[in-house]
């Protein structure tokens, strides 16, 4: 283990309070700060005779509609946010959702200011109500220009400080936390051998509160966008130290382990790196209805067939099961991103139904990456809801997808899956956040992920070799026709469709029977047809985990079915 950071940093809130303010000032502040706490201070300062308030400087046109704009009487809404050159056309756009959802049946109207560079960010407000009285407000949104590791501009949110009238930035304590860790780890001198460690662990206290929305899975989460920037500005660093570009997915640096626990008081800060936690450690259970890695090998044996097995870098087992049969071979795959959490389940079940069939020709790995499974129950323990995307990739800290060169590790198995039953059709069970995803240190949208940081119900991905387009379009219209029969899944997309249109462009997709579907030449696949499924589910619980794993269970069986009288490219 080497320590690289070990530090604490003073809460941004009892600073303030510790200013000695007179009796009469008026202070104005935007902090990373959760409400209650911000209101308690509000009151301390009030007692001195401080005239005192204290702001989300995350969100801040949702924290101000959530704690000072009455809309009572209200019965129209007109929001013209900013436009800056250094962020996305439609990014403050982004940061008010899910407003929309929140003002009840009161007409909501969004429109793009024109673009400004110069000047603080503001949204302006304005409310009528029912006598013809109109309200005019500005909503202050504190940013900040500075640069990535790749030199790209970025517009972030940032603390404020002010009289009223004027003001200027402070670098808050979350936002000192964040920049100080990210320095010790670009200081360190790793050599030039990937994996540059076992375990990078970065763990912050931070006294943020997280505050659910009612609005779906959705919530005011500091600690959980945290995580989320740390690690994919971690990735970014050590992509652009190694010379890839922005996104590449075959870095191996190891595993990036982001920890941010509520805690009262300073920040604290540790950055050390740590050995791989392996199969013999011990491990928080899996969350009901998640399915658990030490249950695999029973549920798999209890299918029949051939078993098949590879080793992860940590020494965990992978495996799959290879049922041979008369019909055309399929395989099932889940679990390559395991904060991904209903595609496991739901492609046991799926082989399960497929299991009982006379004839089935199947080949089934429902946890093709258990060593980020591990990490995800490892993170969930303290932050069951949040997305938790450190847990996406392997220990060697890249896409298994994408692992071309050895060591192959959890690869190994989809080779040998390849060769066990020559499928032509692999079904690829996934998911995507079930709640916003922001990167708010980092220009807020998640670079490279941008069409992904809004739920927008359950779609589907068919990439296809060069001649198989017809067989792709056939596929898909065969499987959405069955999805449509899901009332449930049904209104859960057309609801976060229509809520994500609201807050920011939707991707090109197109809807076949009401499901959102991409369909795409892609050669970089090993078999000519690849179908995708993505479910809002990172992460839910419940009903809302047992619906998504059900949804996931009824694609499979449909693609199943749906490829037996597929007409095919002749070879």
């Known amino acids: ?16 309070l510790a200013r000695p303010w007179p009796s009469g000032a008026t202070v104005e502040a935007w902090l990373f700060e959760d409400a209650e706490s911000r209101r308690a201070a509000e009151r301390a300062l009030a007692a001195r005779g401080v005239a005192a308030r204290l702001r989300s400087a995350y969100k801040p046109l949702l924290h101000a509609f959530l704690e000072e704009i009455d809309l009572a009487g209200i019965i ?36 793009a200011q024109e673009p400004q560079e110069t000047g603080l960010p503001a949204y302006e407000v304005r409310l009528t109500d029912g006598t013809g009285g109109i309200r005019d407000l500005r909503v202050p949104a504190p940013n900040r220009r500075h640069a990535d590791a790749f030199g790209r501009v970025l517009l972030s949110p940032t603390g404020w400080l002010g009289d009223g009238e004027t003001g200027a930035r402070l670098e808050t304590d979350v936002e000192a936390a964040f920049a100080q860790a990210m320095a010790a780890v670009a200081d360190h001198p790793w050599g030039d051998t990937e994996p540059f460690f076992e375990e990078l662990s970065v763990r912050i206290g931070i006294p943020a509160r997280d505050r659910a929305l ?12 945290l995580h989320e920037d740390l690690y994919f500005s971690l990735l970014e660093h050590f992509q652009h130290r190694t010379g890839r570009p922005p996104g590449d997915r075959h870095l191996r640096p190891g595993q990036i ?25 011990p491990l928080p259970a899996a969350g009901a209805g998640i399915l658990a890695a030490e249950d695999l090998p029973a549920a798999l044996a209890a299918l029949g067939g051939a ?9 965990r087992p992978v495996l799959g099961r290879y049922l041979a049969g008369t019909d055309r071979a399929v395989t099932i795959g889940s679990g390559q991103h395991p904060n991904e959490v209903t595609g496991p389940a739901g492609a046991l079940a799926a082989a399960r139904i497929l299991a009982a069939r006379d004839g089935a020709h199947v080949t089934v790995s429902p946890l093709e990456n258990p060593d980020g499974a591990a990490l995800q129950r490892r993170l969930a323990a303290g932050n069951p809801r949040h997305m938790h995307h450190a847990a996406r990739y392997t220990a060697l800290g890249d896409d298994l997808e994408y692992r071309i060169a050895p060591p192959f590790y959890e690869t190994a198995l989809r080779h040998e899956v390849e060769r066990s039953s020559g499928a032509l059709l692999h079904l690829n069970l996934h ?30 991905i068919l990439r296809h070799w060069r001649g198989w387009g017809e067989a792709a379009e056939a596929l898909a219209t065969a499987v959405t026709a069955e999805l449509a029969e899901d009332a449930g899944l049904m209104a859960l997309t057309e609801a976060q469709l229509a809520l994500s249109a609201r807050h920011g462009p939707l991707p090109a997709l197109r809807m076949i029977h009401g499901i959102p579907c991409l369909i795409a030449e892609d050669a970089r696949h090993r078999v000519p047809l690849t179908l995708i499924t993505e479910y809002p589910d990172e992460t839910i619980a419940g009903e809302a985990l047992a619906a998504g794993i059900r949804a996931q269970a009824r694609t499979v069986i449909a693609a199943y079915d749906a490829f037996q009288g597929l007409a095919l490219p002749v070879a």
């Open 76 to 111: 129209e809404i007109a929001v013209a946010y900013p436009v800056h050159p250094a962020a996305a056309p439609q990014r403050f756009l982004t940061e008010a959702y899910p407003l929309a959802a929140l003002v009840g049946a009161v007409p909501l109207r969004f429109t």
């Open 431 to 460: 998911g995507y956040p079930a709640h916003e995803w922001t990167r708010p240190f980092s220009g807020y949208l998640p670079s490279g992920f941008e069409t992904w940081s809004l739920p927008r119900g359950f779609f589907l």
């Open 1 to 16: 283990m080497t320590l690289l950071l070990d530090t604490t940093l003073p809460r941004s809130l009892d600073a303030l």
């Open 257 to 281: 382990v982001p920890e941010i626990a509520i805690r009262d008081g300073a920040v604290a800060v540790t950055v050390e790196t740590r050995p791989l936690h392996g199969p013999g450690d």
């Open 214 to 225: 009612p609005c779906g899975e959705e919530a005011v989460s500091l600690a959980e966008a």
């Open 307 to 315: 078993a098949l097995a590879a080793t992860t870098r940590a020494g």
